[in-house]
T-cell receptor, first 113, second 119 residues
Framework: DTGVSQDPRHKITKRGQNVTFRCDPI?????LYWYRQTLGQGPEFLTY????????KSRLLSDRFSAERPKGSFSTLEIQRTEQGDSAMYLC???????????FGSGTRLTVV | AQKITQTQPGMFVQEKEAVTLDCTYD???????LFWYKQPSSGEMIFLIY??????QNATEGRYSLNFQKARKSANLVISASQLGDSAMYFC????????????????FGKGTHLIIQP
């Protein structure tokens, strides 16, 4: 397990549909983060898990967004009733305890049409 | 709240020249970490270098060095002997603590600098 995997890499959906993204972390990393990156901007923090517990959610995470990390392994991010403003790159990152290095996945690029 | 400011939206640099990417930050925390990431067009964020707020020496990693001036709240990235493969977006980021002892520690990013290396 050499890195953080995200699936799918690209997703095109119609406005109003639900979408779900998956992140598979580095196995020994207990912290998992979701970020959203819109065009021309840096990533913005969305939410954070330590093992299976969701410890923090950004105000950016509206009630249409939900994230889970069952059993403290992979995580899913679901967006319900997608809007055009949800079009962005969704990045997952993981981190081991005591380490400063966050390892990012390649992201899922969402386009809402 | 933490804030990162990158004032250079884009830079053109000749191959083999050194380049400095600017980053200033704002925080009320005494302990924090500063990071630089590279994002090629493929999208992944590649970790380059880290500086802790209590580190007295500037961090170095190969061709990358971080010019840390705590009093000025700046953390500029210096790339020596630039290469064509250095062309990418570069992001400065900070975390609210040095190590994840507990609590949230999501990174705050700047808007990035688009670096283009010309042959």
């Amino acid at each position: 397990d050499t890195g953080v995997s995200q699936d799918p890499r690209h997703k095109i959906t119609k406005r109003g549909q639900n979408v779900t993204f998956r992140c598979d972390p580095i196995s020994e990393h207990n912290r998992l983060y979701w970020y959203r990156q819109t065009l021309g901007q840096g990533p913005e923090f969305l939410t954070y898990f330590q093992n299976e517990a969701q410890l923090e959610k950004s105000r950016l995470l509206s009630d249409r967004f939900s994230a889970e990390r069952p059993k403290g392994s992979f995580s899913t991010l679901e967006i319900q009733r997608t809007e055009q403003g949800d079009s962005a790159m969704y990045l997952c990152a993981t981190k081991g305890t005591g380490l400063y290095g966050y390892t990012f996945g390649s992201g899922t690029r969402l386009t809402v049409v | 709240a933490q804030k990162i400011t990158q004032t250079q939206p884009g830079m053109f640099v000749q191959e083999k020249e050194a380049v400095t990417l600017d980053c200033t930050y704002d925080t009320s925390d005494q302990s924090y970490g500063l990071f630089w990431y590279k994002q090629p067009s493929s999208g992944e964020m590649i970790f380059l270098i880290y500086q802790g707020s209590y580190d007295e020496q500037n961090a170095t990693e190969g061709r990358y060095s971080l010019n840390f001036q705590k009093a000025r709240k700046s953390a500029n990235l210096v790339i020596s002997a630039s290469q064509l493969g250095d062309s990418a977006m570069y992001f400065c980021a900070m975390s609210p603590r040095l190590y994840s002892g507990g609590g949230a520690d999501g990174l705050t990013f700047g808007k990035g600098t688009h670096l283009i290396i010309q042959p």
